[in-house]
């Protein structure tokens, strides 16, 4: 079980790095452990074609490109341990106006609910669901918080989090009473899951595309860790900005903070971080343009280093 990064700027070459050590181990065997590629959602249907479309291979019963939620879902269809039916997003909608209703009389802020205002308490739930902040958690928080006099428009939020958190609380009650569950609960059962998903024993991981996890994507990603062979990740940021503070690198600090919660979660004895793979190339792979290389290699520093000829490829929109 290890840990390696691919590190580089954006435009280096670290997808392309990746799609050919992927050809190369389907190349090498139809036989063999899984490879299992995470990107964002979206980005799955292109990122398979493109590894299969330079490989020579029709396909490969190896290869596994997906998501976070397709890999819940793919875990817990194999290996169980879905507490009940899923419910869908108009069914946690209808689920919401409900306890609205009910708790009409004790509600000043969400008391006159619309549609619009159920479908982003609906979005509000999911996020803290990601977040893995429950009603409990929102409460105590509220119960901590303090304004002073002059921070009317702070003060004006507290009355909408505890309702927020008294809601919250009776759409978690209401689901535990029921045969249904949250889908955004889905990763977390997945996470506790997956070190009985027999495709994922021994396999190799490649996670690319990403800036940040959510704590649940980073549940996943430590069960992970604990039952396949090798991890690759790509990272966005210069690779001499590694050992530097995040709070101290500009608009790297929320990638360098990713860099570092994945460390810390292979902090382990079991595990072992291999030395990263550092992707310097004397000018972005994916830029032609010479204003666009400059670009991308001055900003957003402070070295104003004036671009010699005509800005040709870049255009300015206000």
Not at 158 to 169: F, N
Not at 183 to 210: C, E, N, Q, S
């Amino acid at each position: 079980m290890s840990l390696r990064f691919i590190l580089g700027r954006a435009g280096y070459g670290k997808t392309k790095y990746i799609y050919e050590s992927i050809r190369s181990e389907l190349l090498g065997s139809n036989d063999g452990p899984a490879v299992l590629v995470l990107v964002p959602e979206q980005a799955a249907f292109r990122t398979e074609r493109e590894i299969l479309s330079g490989s020579g291979l029709a396909g490969s019963f190896r290869l596994r490109v997906t998501g976070f939620s397709r890999l819940a879902a793919e875990v817990l269809k194999s290996v169980g341990g879905a507490s009940g039916l899923l419910i869908d997003e108009q069914g946690k909608r209808m689920l919401l106006r409900d306890r609205l209703s009910r708790r009409c009389s004790e509600l000043e802020v969400f008391r006159h609910a619309d549609s619009g205002t159920v479908d982003r308490l609906a979005a509000t739930i999911s996020e803290l669901h990601r977040y893995r902040i429950t009603s409990k958690d929102l409460a105590e928080h509220c119960d901590t918080l303090s304004f002073g006099e002059k921070d009317g428009r702070r003060r004006a939020l507290l009355p909408k989090m505890r309702e927020l958190a008294l809601i919250y609380g009776d759409f978690e009650e209401c689901l535990r009473q029921s045969r249904y569950m949250d889908p955004d609960d889905a990763l977390d059962l997945a996470a506790a899951a997956v070190g009985r998903w027999h495709i994922g024993k021994g396999a190799f991981v490649y996670i690319d595309g990403f800036t940040g996890f959510t704590p649940q994507e980073l549940a996943m990603i430590e069960a992970l860790l604990e039952t396949v062979s090798k991890m690759n990740v790509a990272l966005s940021f210069p690779p001499d900005l590694a050992g530097r503070k995040p709070k101290n690198s500009g608009i790297f600090s929320d990638i360098l903070e990713t860099y570092n919660s994945l460390k810390g979660i292979a902090d382990k004895p079991e595990i072992s971080i291999e030395p990263p793979v550092l992707l310097q190339p004397s000018a972005p792979l994916r830029f032609s343009k010479p204003t666009l290389i400059h670009l991308e290699r001055f900003y957003p520093g402070y070295n104003r280093t004036p671009f010699q000829g005509m800005p040709d490829g870049l255009h300015l929109r206000a």
